[in-house]
């Protein structure tokens, strides 16, 4: 079966960074597509980063850009989003997601697979 555990979310001051990990089992980072999404209450789940075999890492909303970085390890067993420069709408929780098809879409609709969220806080 395939499990994804999300984890490193927390409160943290604006400016400030965090490294959210992905553990995933059950499935090999050459077959799928690998992201990070968040998502506010009343707002649509939003794609942030994602990192394929064919593709290799894309990132999403401009507003992310240069501070976020996302990243996996060499066992296939992580990925990692590596969030700096923190910002009061960074605030969100924040989920991993496996898509089978293997390329990257920035879509929800086509990931298979989903962590069960870290929630990320900052603050002023």
């Known amino acids: 079966d395939v499990q994804l555990q999300a984890s490193g979310g927390g409160l943290v001051q604006a400016g400030g960074s965090l490294t959210l990990s992905c553990g995933a089992s059950?499935?090999?980072?050459?077959?799928?597509?690998m992201s990070w999404f968040r998502q506010v209450p009343g707002k649509e789940r939003e794609g942030l980063s994602c990192?394929?075999?064919?593709?290799?890492?894309?990132y999403y909303p401009d507003s992310i850009k240069g501070r976020f970085t996302m990243s996996s390890d060499g066992d296939q067993k992580y990925v990692y989003l590596q969030m700096s420069s923190l910002e009061l709408d960074d605030t969100a929780v924040h989920y991993c997601?496996?898509?089978?098809?293997?390329?990257?879409?920035?879509?929800?609709?086509?990931?298979?697979?989903w962590g069960q969220g870290t929630q990320v806080t900052v603050s002023s």
């Open positions: 997601a496996a898509d089978p098809f293997g390329s990257c879409s920035g879509s929800r609709g086509t990931q298979a697979y």
């Open positions: 059950g499935l090999s980072f050459d077959d799928f597509a």
């Open positions: 990192v394929s075999r064919w593709t290799g890492i894309t």
